[in-house]
């Protein structure tokens, strides 16, 4: 997270917006922050794995 410059905060702001889900053997999120920063996230059950910023193509599917 700290190499990324994603904070903890942005990352529980993202679940109080909408988000786009994908299900595979994990659980891929895309979503946004009060700053208008799109995220994705890797979960494992509740267990954050990676994150990074989303790239244009997942910050396009999102908005779609």
């Not at 299900?23 to 990074?52: A, F, M, P, S």
């Amino acid at each position: 997270m700290a190499d990324r410059n994603i904070t903890e905060d942005e990352i529980c702001e993202v679940f109080e917006h909408p988000v786009l889900q994908r299900q595979r053997k994990e659980t891929v999120i895309v979503g946004h922050t009060h700053r208008n920063k799109y995220l994705c996230l890797v979960l494992d059950g509740c267990r954050l794995i990676t994150l990074w910023p989303a790239n244009r193509s997942q910050r396009s599917l999102y908005k779609k």
